[in-house]
Every structure is written in C-alpha cells, then in structure tokens.
C-alpha cells in the first residue's frame, strides 16, 4: 500500500478546560499526517451534544491541520454549510441519516470540503457501493457512535476488508477509516485490512504522554 496512512485524533478525549494547548502540543510535536477529528452531536442521532460550529471555528483559528468533523446528527442536510463555514476540511455524514445521500455528497463537494460517509457497525457495506465515484472517504464506525472510550467491535473487521476491495476496484482515491475503541492492540487487524485514516481519542489522551502515544500508535501503521 503507497497511501500514506494518517492518524485523526479525536478531540472528544481533550482536556476541554484546556483545548488550545493540547491541539498546539500535537501540532508543534510535527508528527506527520495527523489531523484532528471533531465529533458533532446533536442529542437526537445519539444521546449527548458535543462541539458545534463556534467550537470549530475557534479550533480553525488555531491550528493548520486539517478538521476532520464527522456529523452525528439527525438531518445533516442542515448543518453541512454550517461546518464548511466554520472550516471544515473533511465533513463526514451517516448513511443512517441521509434521506438523499447522494445530493447530499453533492452540497459537500460544491461547499469545496471533502465529504466522507460513515456507516454504523451494523449497516452493510454495499450501502457504499451506489455512491462510491462521488465520495472521498469511508469511515466504519467500529464501536457504536456516541462516546470516547468504547470496546472494539471485532465482527465489523470483515465488512472492512469488503470496503478496501470496493475501494480498489471502483474508486482507489477514496481513504478508508475507522473510528472507535483504535489502540495499540486492535490497529493490527486494522492496518493488515488495509486502512488509510484511524480516529483515535482515549488512546492519545486518557492516559500518558499525548505525543508518545501518538508517535506509538503511528508506528504500528508504517509498512
Ligand atoms: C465516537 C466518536 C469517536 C470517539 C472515539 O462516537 O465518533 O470519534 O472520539 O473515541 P475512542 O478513540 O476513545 O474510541
Ligand atoms: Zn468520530
């Protein structure tokens, strides 16, 4: 695989009381291909309400790494303008909650932000494959969306290995990520699957050195 592999570190797990800091100290760290991962939720699609479009703006005006906002929200349709204003690099919506998917992708791609889709653990993969030309990224949810710190689910491991084919046979601009319960043990099985982008929030920041862990978890994904 010649893709460079890229680590989005979700900010869910920041210090809240403390974000500039914690997003200066990975950044002035100058680890390649990371980028920050911002969870937008909306109290409906899942339970809790997490970093709207003043929080993203306020980020954007600290940092030059790309904003990967992945939206759990009811009626994303809603809120794609919002994000790319706020300086949304990637915006990422569910299938689950996408009426029109594929117009949807479009109002991304014309806002001039990438526009990933994200499925739940249980929604096949072949949900991907009617949209796969118009998309830059898909991101499997491996714990169900909602909260930092969940377990692993391993039976979402063969749907990915379906989507990296997909992906190679229909459309191999499009990166394949994973969100959810990543750590130093269950990024093996991710990165012999073939991922390109792995979210990862409690594993950078619950315990340690944010930076070592970065650099720890990036290790396991070099070739
Ligand atoms: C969960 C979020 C994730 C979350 C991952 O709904 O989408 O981005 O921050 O957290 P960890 O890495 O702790 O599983
Ligand atoms: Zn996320």
Redesign the pocket.
Known sequence: MANKRILSV?L??ADFSNLTQEIQTIEQSRVSDIWF?I?V?DGHF?PEIQFGANIVRAIRKITNLPLDI?L?VNNPDRQTEIYANAGASWLSVHVETCLHLYRTIQDIKKLHVNAGVVLNPATPFVMIEPVIDAIDMVLA?T????????KFIPSVLPKIRELRRLIDKSNPSVLLAV????NLETIDDLVAAGVDVF?????VF?KGNHVVNIKALKAKTRD
């Open positions: 979700s869910l797990s991962h969870d939720m899942v992945h759990m949810m714990v169900e969306p909602g909260f930092s710190n969940q969100d959810g319960g990543i979210v990862a929030g409690s594993t619950d």
